[in-house]
């Protein structure tokens, strides 16, 4: 059995996180000063780790943050995967989280009830997020095992790492809340992978160890978060 360390890295703040906007798969913005100082902060965190991969998802932010990281990595294999996108807050993406609150809150606390097929109009589900992270980690974890990777880096968002946390950490989506974030923060877990490479993988079998949550620390000198 080979264990795997994953490091899921939430990405730097964006003027629309500034703002209070909601910020879904739909919106696409870039990092603003405060974000590409909490990335090149990640980065210098990270610099020692050996990364074998780097992972993000499709949209800007993640993968501005990605290459960041990806400096001090000189060489090691990138890739962008839009499985990894945000959830879609659907009619509610780019709308101020105050005007947002309680269309929002009433989902958010259907799937702490268990009612993960709840969604805005427009938008996505827990479940349908669910679906489509086991799709990608299901991958990742098969290139990883294939060649024999040890610390793979993922660079994603706020509400779909809370979806993977719960989907592979707690086995639970209604424990997803658990899990807290900050732009830039970082969660270690690990998995111990089969050696045989013919093997099925499927995520869902295998426990994910907590080993680092909400790593922070290296955020602690750029200001306000």
Request: aromatic share 6%.
């Amino acid at each position: 059995m080979a264990k795997l360390d994953i490091y899921l890295a939430r990405h730097g703040q964006t003027a629309a996180n500034a703002a209070g906007v909601l910020q879904g798969s739909s919106i696409n913005p870039p990092l603003n000063e405060l974000g590409r100082r909490q990335a090149n902060a990640l980065a210098i965190a990270m610099k020692d780790e050996q990364l074998d991969w780097i992972v993000t998802s499709g949209l800007d932010r993640a993968i501005e943050t990605a290459n960041t990281v990806a400096k001090y990595h000189e060489n090691t294999p990138f890739l962008s995967d839009s499985r990894l996108n945000e959830i879609s807050w659907g009619e509610q993406d780019g709308v101020n989280i105050s005007e947002a609150k309680s269309v929002v809150d009433k989902v958010a606390h259907g799937w702490m009830n268990g009612d993960f097929d709840a969604k805005i109009a427009g938008g996505e589900s827990a479940n349908e997020a669910k679906a489509r992270i086991l799709e990608a980690f299901t991958d990742i974890l098969k290139v990883a095992r294939e060649r024999n990777y040890h610390k793979i880096a993922v660079c994603i968002h706020g509400r779909i790492m809370r979806v993977i946390m719960g989907t592979l950490v707690s086995k639970d989506l209604s424990k997803m809340h658990h899990f807290p974030h900050t732009n830039c923060c970082y969660h270690q877990i690990r998995v111990e992978l089969d050696d045989d490479a013919e093997s099925a993988v499927d995520p869902e079998q295998l426990t994910f160890e907590p080993i680092r949550i909400d790593v922070r620390g290296h955020l602690a000198d750029l200001g306000k978060l």
